[in-house]
């Protein structure tokens, strides 16, 4: 069986070490990138000292599999879904039996007039990263959109370049998703004290010219309010959207604000294609967090084991799911659940996510668990704060 996988990232990675040793089933990878898959959890601590071989995901040897074929900066352009094909930038035309989308998905950069200026940067890859430092060597202060677990993770690359760092953050607090209005001001006050300068609540209008050169104000971001601020260097790291241009074309169900439409074993509207990862639509969620990527690629490794080999070996998941029926409702454009009954050998769903997260961010400890919005009708809250020790829950 020949199976497709675009995309190399964390979570399409992950697809291929639990497939790897699968009989009859040749992988073709299509890694848009000039290097295979590395840690973008892990990403700022490239200016830290780790070098992309260190944040290398790949073991010695693995791409040397025989029934692994990797392109690297491979693009796909097409899926030609009649005849079973898919193009690449370079017209290449790759075939395929079944194909696994882990597209990933790409920065979110505000409409914002002046944002593609030279110095204004995402963060995302490792070409980014190296732009950054290219940038951060020419800069003295250096600014980062976007307040949430991305930006903050994108201020520490900043301040450990050396360079005077700000925050700019539309909504009235850092962190919205993860932190209440309390646990927002004390989180303020620590990295402040860090040496970060933060500003909530602002609305970029537009980047303009700020007449200096490397001395802090080649970029003047001029704000809603009518105030303004100087900078060298503007990374924009305001959340992502996933990467869903390849299913649009090739006429795959999507949600109406993006996303590949997938049922609990991940399958899109063509049953000989999965997706995966930051670019599917789960019940209208798109999981930005690696953990819930690598729980869909354990549910598409189980069922690609189980599919008919090209000799007639195998037990067949056509049965196991209900003959490959698309579980997913057109009309609603939501997952509907799988049918009743016994499935065979047992293949895992997936069933959403626990979206808890912990980390340390510029050496502050957080930890987000449950509604920690309290939005549940009838919650109530219980509050433990010491703004002396710098403790909140």
């Known amino acids: 069986m020949k199976l497709v996988v675009i995309g190399n990232g964390m979570v399409g990675h992950k697809l291929l070490e639990e497939l790897a040793g699968t009989p009859d089933l040749h992988i073709t990878v299509l890694c848009e990138e000039p290097r295979p898959a590395y840690d973008r959890v892990h990403l700022s601590e490239f200016f830290s000292g780790k070098t992309a071989e260190d944040l290398s995901l790949v073991s010695p040897g693995f791409f040397a599999q025989p029934n692994v074929t990797l392109k690297l900066n491979a693009k796909a352009v097409d899926i030609d879904r009649a005849a079973k094909q898919v193009t690449l930038a370079n017209g290449e035309r790759v075939p395929y039996d079944r ?20 110095g204004c940067l995402v963060y ?40 005077d760092t700000h925050v700019v953050e539309f909504a009235p607090r850092l962190m919205t998703v993860q932190v209440d209005d309390m646990g927002g001001r004390l989180l303020r006050r620590k990295i402040e004290a860090m040496g970060v300068q933060v500003h909530t609540g602002k609305n970029t ?18 704000f809603a309010d009518g105030s303004q601020l100087l900078t060298d260097m503007i990374v924009f790291s305001a959340g992502i959207r996933p990467r869903d241009e390849l299913a649009r074309n090739a006429g795959l169900m999507r949600g109406e ?24 639509l789960w019940q209208g969620k798109i999981f930005g967090l690696v953990a819930p990527g690598y729980d869909m690629a354990r549910v598409v490794a189980a069922q ?21 029926r698309l579980l997913v409702s057109a009309e609603s454009l939501t997952p509907t659940p799988l ?40 919650s109530l809250n219980y509050l433990f704060s010491d703004d002396v020790a710098g403790v909140y829950k």
Not at 305 to 318: C, H, N, T
Not at 357 to 363: D, I, R
């Open 205 to 222: 209008l537009e980047i303009v010219d700020g007449g200096g050169v490397g001395v802090g104000g080649r970029h003047a971001m001029k």
């Open 99 to 118: 194909i696994v989308l882990a597209t990933g998905s790409y920065p979110f950069v505000p409409a914002v007039t002046g944002r593609d200026r030279d």
């Open 124 to 163: 995302r890859t490792i070409e980014d990263l190296e732009a950054m430092r290219d940038w951060g060597a020419r800069s003295r202060i250096g600014v980062v959109v976007g307040g949430g677990l991305l930006g903050l993770e994108c201020v520490k690359a900043l301040k450990d370049m050396g360079l």
């Open 304 to 324: 690609i084991r189980l599919l008919p080999s090209p000799l007639g070996r195998g037990a067949g998941v056509r049965d196991a799911v209900d003959g490959d």
């Open 339 to 378: 049918p009743g009954g016994e499935r065979l050998n047992q293949v895992p769903e997936f069933n959403g996510a626990d979206m808890s997260t912990k980390l340390k961010l510029l050496g502050i400890d957080v930890a987000s668990i449950g509604d920690a919005q309290g939005a549940t009708p009838g």
């Open 257 to 280: 604000r993006g996303g590949i439409l997938i049922d609990n074993l991940c399958k899109t509207s063509d049953p000989d294609i999965w997706a995966i990862g930051e670019c599917a």
